[in-house]
């Protein structure tokens, strides 16, 4: 076959260039097999004998290579375009899919946005129906807690309207009072409102209006506070209740005239630890008293006489320098503090002082009283017979003590939420709630407070049986108390008073034990 092309080389060496490689006969395969296998069929070996026939050798050994070689490859090429077909029709599938759920996507998006504010608004108009739902409740419960207030506020719209006319002068007298009449015992001062003062204001060219029979208490304290002095010791008569009223309201400093130790027996419980107690002529009572006068205590100086060393002048006129940040106090300039008090005390019964003191301070007369003793003999008569009944008074009057200072703070509290709601208030649940514990404790307390009354009652029947026993104590040691006058070795102190007349009272149960100190006294 090489013979026959060897004189055609052109045609030759394009028939060897364009040769159907890829379609090689099986015959062929099976004639040129025979050299494949020869040894002596190496392109390297023929080349020493003829380039030419080496080139032929490597050309017919490639060819048949490749063709073995492609009859491999073939069928996976085709598969592998007919996987490429078929991965440009599954990905062109896959794009008009894609592009479907993408339009899906798009109107779920927007569904959702449609769904989620339907929704929002759905809740926004089941909140608002509840929140409106709750404010009706509120308003309902808030009118019902208020409705029972409706007519005692009303009542006192238009006492204060009255008082808007009368308000000038009930602080003119009630100024007066603090001022000038606690040094007087009860006849003057009723005798000084009712007979000086208040025709004063009425009969001058332009009269001064004031309340019909103005009780001074009323603008300066209430039930509350006097019901928290008597649970502190201090007795419920009315002079000791205008005293301690002019204690705490005074400016200057208040000076009690306690012969019977009753101010400041208050006093101490009053303040308890808080309160500094000072006597004058005390190892270092000077150095303690800058002390408190810095650190803003409250000072009791007690038992004074009718004079006072001189280097406390300036403290007791408040004679402040640098701008009232300091007091002067001998050579020492102590720091003023603004909460510091100063309260004094006297056991003189008549002291004389000098009028710069009596205009430095406030005096107070805390002498006892007939009645108020009275109460204090009958309570002690009673303690000694019936300690049960006396007990139980006891408890019972501290308790409607404590009645009253509750409700009074539960009534500020609620009074305080009211003023200071800004806004729609129907919405303070706090309020509201703080309103429903109010009255329901203003109802309790009413309850209990009727049940007691109804017990006090039968405990001041039974009580009232020592009745005589108490007056003619209260009359023998006012009695006795006067009897200083004949000459000083005649003093009696109110505690030994007080025993005494207990023990009157025990013996005489005991007709033996009565008829042998009757004897010793004849």
């Known amino acids: 076959m090489i013979t026959n092309y060897s004189s055609q080389v052109d045609v030759f060496l394009d028939n060897l260039i364009n040769y159907d490689k890829d379609n090689i006969h099986e015959a062929c395969l099976?004639?040129?097999?025979?050299?494949?296998?020869?040894?002596?069929?190496?392109p390297d070996f023929i080349r020493s004998k003829s380039l030419a026939a080496a080139g032929l050798c490597s050309w017919c050994i490639n060819i048949v290579t490749y063709y073995r070689v492609y009859c491999t490859v073939e069928p996976k090429r085709i598969a592998l375009a007919q996987a490429n077909a078929e991965l440009a029709a599954a990905q062109e599938k896959l794009r008009v899919i894609t592009n479907k759920i993408q339009s899906l996507e798009a109107d779920l998006a927007k569904l959702t946005a449609e769904f989620e504010k339907a929704t929002n608004e759905k809740l926004r108009c089941q909140q608002e129906a509840e929140m409106t739902a709750k404010t009706i409740e509120?308003?309902?419960?808030?009118?019902?807690?208020?409705?029972?207030?409706?007519v005692r506020w009303a009542d006192s719209i238009k006492e204060f309207r009255v008082q808007e006319k009368t308000l000038p002068g009930d602080v003119l007298l009630i100024t007066a009072f603090v001022s000038y009449v606690g040094c007087f015992t009860k006849q003057y001062r009723l005798d000084l409102m009712d007979k000086h003062w208040v025709p004063f204001l009425k009969g001058l060219k332009s009269p001064i209006p004031v309340s019909e029979g103005l009780d001074p208490l009323t603008l300066l304290t209430d039930d509350a506070q006097i019901a928290s002095w008597n649970n502190e010791g201090l007795p419920s008569d009315r002079m000791s209740t205008e005293n301690a009223t002019i204690l705490t309201n005074c400016e200057r400093w208040p000076l009690m005239i306690d012969p019977q130790l009753q101010g400041i027996k208050w006093i101490k419980t009053k303040y308890g630890e808080d309160l500094k107690v000072i006597r004058l002529g005390q190892k270092g009572y000077l150095d303690a008293l800058e002390r408190?006068?810095?650190?803003?205590?409250?000072?009791?100086?007690?038992n004074i006489e009718e004079s006072v060393d001189p280097v406390l002048d300036p403290l007791i006129g408040r004679n402040t320098i640098k701008k009232g940040r300091a007091i002067k106090i001998g050579d020492k300039e102590v720091e003023y503090h603004p909460s510091f008090k100063l309260i004094i005390q006297t056991k003189l019964a008549n002291p004389h002082y000098q009028p710069e003191m009596q205009a430095q301070t406030t005096l107070i007369n805390f002498t006892v009283t007939?009645?108020?003793?009275?109460?204090?003999?009958?309570?002690?008569?009673?303690?000694?017979?019936?300690?049960?009944?006396?007990?139980?008074?006891?408890?019972?009057?501290?308790?409607?003590?404590?009645?009253?200072?509750?409700?009074?703070?539960?009534?500020?509290?609620?009074?305080a939420r009211l003023s200071s709601a800004e806004g729609n208030f129907l919405g303070d649940y706090a309020l509201v709630e703080n309103l429903e514990t109010t009255k329901r404790t203003a109802a309790e307390i009413e309850v209990k407070a009727t049940e007691a009354k109804k017990t006090e009652v039968d405990i001041n029947l039974a009580r009232e049986n020592y009745r005589p026993a108490a007056a003619r104590s209260s009359l023998l040691y006012f009695i006795l108390n006067?009897?200083?006058?004949?000459?000083?070795?005649?003093?009696?102190?109110?505690?030994?008073?007080?025993a005494i007349v207990v023990f009157i009272r025990i013996v005489k149960i005991f007709p033996s034990l009565y008829l042998s100190f009757t004897s010793y006294n004849s």
């Open 370 to 415: 007939r009645d108020g003793l009275e109460d204090q003999l009958l309570a002690s008569v009673v303690r000694k017979e019936r300690p049960d009944l006396e007990k139980l008074k006891a408890d019972l009057t501290r308790q409607q003590n404590e009645f009253k200072i509750t409700l009074k703070k539960l009534e500020d509290n609620l009074l």
């Open 292 to 302: 408190a006068l810095s650190s803003g205590d409250v000072v009791l100086l007690e």
């Open 482 to 498: 006067d009897m200083f006058k004949i000459h000083p070795m005649y003093q009696f102190s109110l505690k030994v008073s007080i």
């Open 30 to 42: 099976k004639a040129i097999q025979p050299y494949l296998d020869d040894p002596e069929f190496d």
């Open 138 to 150: 509120l308003a309902n419960r808030l009118v019902g807690g208020l409705a029972s207030e409706n």
